[in-house]
Structures are given as structure tokens and as C-alpha cells.
């Protein structure tokens, strides 16, 4: 049933779906940070989403060294 609803979607139609549940993700893992993390600020949940999705040689090479154990 999803499927067919999908193939009826035009292009941009299907784009904003993906962008839509993207953000949707997105909130849920700034949630789960900001739970795991209740005193940090915005600038340390920035820092620690970033080592996440970088991982952590690029967040090495993108931030240096950067303490938020």
C-alpha cells in the first residue's frame, strides 16, 4: 500500500517526503543527546552530534582535539 502510494507521488513530492523524515530523525537524535546530555549546551550537543556523524577522524580533522569526555 506504501509503495503504491509512493509510485503515485511526483518527483518533488517524493524529495519533500525524504526531507520531512529527515528532520524527523534528526529531532529524535537531538533528543536523545540532549537527554543522554541533560547540562550540556548548545555548542557541546553541536560538537558531540558532529563526532557521531563524522566519525571520529574527520571530526579530528574537521574540529581538532576537542575534550567532551
Excluded: H, T
Excluded at 503504491?4 to 518533488?12: A, F, T, V
Excluded at 537531538?30 to 574527520?58: C, Q, W
Aim: glycine fraction near 6%; charged fraction near 30%.
Amino acid at each position: 500500500m506504501l509503495l503504491d502510494l509512493q509510485r503515485k507521488m511526483s518527483p518533488s513530492q517524493r524529495l519533500q517526503c525524504a526531507l520531512d523524515w529527515s528532520e524527523v530523525v534528526r529531532g529524535f537524535f537531538e533528543a536523545g543527546l540532549k537527554r543522554r546530555y541533560p547540562n550540556a549546551d548548545e555548542r557541546e550537543l553541536f560538537l558531540r552530534a558532529a563526532r557521531i556523524s563524522l566519525g571520529e577522524d574527520f571530526f579530528q580533522k574537521a574540529y581538532g582535539e576537542v575534550s567532551l569526555d
